[in-house]
């Protein structure tokens, strides 16, 4: 029986990054409807490119619907 590992999504941790820092320099600077979703923007951008570094490191690793196999 094999074993895999679920492999971690950046995305959404820089996605929740974004969003936080975005919200605290719109609440600085006194537009909050404008930098939220510029934060949000800037985690989406980071999260993908971080998620994809990792999935070109791990190139020759078996993938199962995002599931690393574990031998």
Request: proline share 3%.
């Given at each position: 029986?094999?074993?895999?590992?679920?492999?971690?999504n950046?995305?959404?941790?820089?996605?929740?990054?974004?969003?936080?820092?975005?919200?605290?320099?719109?609440?600085?600077l006194?537009?909050f409807?404008?930098?939220?979703?510029?934060?949000?923007?800037?985690?989406?951008?980071?999260?993908?490119?971080?998620?994809?570094?990792?999935?070109?490191?791990?190139?020759?690793?078996?993938e199962?619907?995002?599931?690393?196999?574990?031998?």
């Amino acid at each position: 029986m094999k074993k895999y590992k679920k492999q971690k999504n950046y995305m959404e941790i820089y996605m929740c990054w974004g969003i936080a820092v975005g919200t605290a320099i719109g609440i600085i600077l006194d537009n909050f409807v404008i930098y939220m979703p510029v934060g949000l923007a800037v985690g989406a951008v980071v999260g993908s490119f971080v998620s994809a570094k990792n999935r070109n490191k791990n190139k020759n690793a078996p993938e199962i619907d995002g599931n690393k196999e574990i031998e």
